[in-house]
């Protein structure tokens, strides 16, 4: 089954993308706040209000990006996606894995966080932290990557997350 072929994101596409970074942007700014939530819950203390606000966050923003991510998901084997701006084996190879990452991330790292937190599964949390890093280099090519395309090729691949294409 082949997907369809487009000129560039649809508007929905394009609001996932943006949604889904800021709410991993939170996650990854405000996240520690959940091993605090849990060490006071696991003594039997009441935890302070922003812990407990926060460590809650955490746990309800992880179940929203798992949600949109499906979300993206259904889009882009419905609608399909852009060909790619240009780029050489290596390139295209690079962006196919980095896309590909992201997904396996935005999935894997609510679902073990779940495991952890309501299942008490110690190996999925353990799982859960190990992946930030990994996702905060991730995002950081990414972004080396926007600005690549923007300052050397001088291309419009950061204007297909920003303008819907047909």
């Given amino acids: 089954m082949s997907r369809p072929a487009t000129q560039g994101y649809s508007p929905a596409q394009i609001g996932l993308h943006w949604v889904i970074a800021a709410l991993v942007l939170f996650q990854i700014l405000f996240g520690d706040w959940i091993k605090d939530l849990g060490r006071a819950l696991n003594r039997g203390t ?3 209000t922003a812990t407990l606000i926060f460590g809650n966050l955490h746990v309800w923003v992880g179940i929203v990006i798992l949600g949109l991510t499906l979300w993206r998901l259904v889009l882009r084997l419905r609608r399909g996606t852009p060909a790619p701006a240009g780029g050489n084996a290596i390139t295209l190879g690079l962006m196919k894995a980095t896309h590909g990452l ?4 935005l999935l894997v790292m ?3 966080g779940l495991l952890a937190w309501f299942l008490g599964v110690h190996d999925a949390g353990e799982m859960h932290e190990a992946m930030k890093p990994v996702f905060v280099l991730l995002i950081a090519l990414h972004v080396l990557a926007v600005v690549w395309h923007r300052i050397v090729l001088n291309d419009d691949t950061m204007a297909r997350m920003l303008r819907p294409g047909r």
Avoid at 102 to 105: H, K, Q
């Fill in 46 to 48: 009441t935890p302070e």
């Fill in 110 to 112: 609510p679902l073990t």
């Fill in 102 to 105: 992201f997904y396996v991330l």
